[in-house]
């Protein structure tokens, strides 16, 4: 197929309230939304603080390391761009800063046989292209 | 019983359903309306409330609908994009007959095949523009569709409880054997092995084909009414008794709090708490199957079973129709197409009055239940003969 040249990635399309963690992304660092009013994390970024409600919020970064709260693996590719990547997967990690605090990403770097739920995980990253980097995680030691 | 009026369900009805029927969402709408009104025995004039349910990029007016089949004037009407699909229609409606808001109301869900399930149909924009919004944060990663949650619960499942693929299967067989005796609506004919839903493929491993709802083009209307109207209709009325809507803190399905106890749980707490009865006196259920595993959540859920037990429960055949619980007798929306929810009210409603054909059941039920969604939002609704 020719045209597989011309596919492009699924790109994010970053507003005024999500900014941060792309441009974060791009420099490698993963930053969260965090409530400067009673300090915690939450994600996707809101405009208003569930928690206290505070719309005093701005980024924090975490570390990075976290766990697999569940996962699957891509067999059917939903848009052209993933026609070559399958199988991949797909999990939401909790990240070690905050229970609950949670987010869609893939695992790399990983046998796809052995992967399991509560497997520690560090993040690293996937450069999409010019703009954009995506945080992935990968399996810690082992 | 939960509200100032009681609520009966006095007629149901289907559009045609297909794959591509070339039909507009409109024209499916008022086929469905059509054939309840036909099945209630009531004409336009008679309604005087419509709510519709129906996706935002396919988008049905309460208010056109009404226009559309010359209904007058409407003292209740509501369009509803989010939550759980019909059951939202039909709280809405119940909502509106019992405080008597309306004296007859028509409930609507319309959906079309193409980009229901979600997806790239949610990106807008072109192909270059990027995906803003909550999406932002999955679909560079591949997450597009429903499916992409689900494998994600059914894992969690797995891994927390012990439960097999086998046990998701077995549900599936179950329902096959339900959708052979319900020709006229099923889109499958042959009976289904648990070797064959196997081999079915993965979407997003450990989902398989065989877990997932058919898309179809579809529209299911039921007309609901007071208890002193529906003793003069044409058919056997039944009742609504309780019923409950139920959310998670997190709204994203890939985000919520716990997997394995999800919104049904809320909500059918929640409509046990507003009734006398108790799961063994319900007779036949309708429980949600755009993917099996949320008809198991939900049989944890509303407590048939255990939780976290519902796999083996499903295994053991408490499914079937000589089981603990009957469930989705018309063959659920794996094999009568995607209805969204509203053929568990229309088939719970023909098994309490009797005319469920060849699919009645051995133990003619008194109480059913029903209900739609799982993850982020979900509702419910229990159902009496008389
Ligand atoms: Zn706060």
Partial sequence: ?142 | MSGKQRVAIVGVGYSTVGRNTGLSLDTLTAQASIAAMDDAGVTPRDIDGVVVHSFPHQYVSSTHTAAMLGIPDLAFYSSSVDGAAYAVAALHGIAAVASGSSDMCLTLRTVHRAGAAGGTALMGGGENAGVGGQFQFGMPYGSFTGAHFAGLYMQRHMAQYGTKEEDFGAFAVAQREYALRNPAESFFHEPLTIEEYMNSRYIAKPLHLLDCDYPVDSSSALIFTTEERARDLKQKAVFFDAWAMGTTAEADFSLVEDMTHSSPFMAARRMWSKTDLTPSDVGVAGLYDGFSFIALQWLEALGFCGEGESGPFAAAGNTRADGIIPTNTDGGACNVGRRHGANFFIEVTRQLRGTAGDRALPRKPAAGVVSNAVGGFAACALITAD
């Avoid at chain 1, 915690?40 to 208003?48: A, D, L, N, T, Y």
């Avoid at chain 1, 990547?85 to 046989?113: R, S």
């Fill in chain 1, 1 to 142: 197929m020719t045209e597989t040249a011309q596919v492009r990635p699924v790109r994010p399309a970053p507003d005024s309230l999500t900014s941060f963690f792309w441009d974060g992304a791009r420099e490698r660092r993963l930053l969260i939304q965090k409530c400067a009013s009673c300090g915690r994390f939450q994600h996707p970024p809101e405009p208003v603080c569930h928690h206290c409600l505070s719309f005093d919020l701005g980024a924090g970064e975490v570390s990075g390391r976290g766990t697999i709260y569940s996962f699957e693996i891509a067999t059917q590719a939903f848009h052209p761009w993933f026609a070559d990547k399958i199988p991949f997967v797909i999990a939401v990690v909790e990240l070690a800063e905050q229970p609950g605090l949670k987010l869609i990403t893939n695992i790399v770097e990983a046998d796809l046989a052995a992967i399991e739920i509560g497997d520690e995980v560090q993040v690293t990253w996937h450069q999409l292209d010019d703009e954009f980097t995506l945080p992935v995680f990968r399996p810690v030691g082992g």
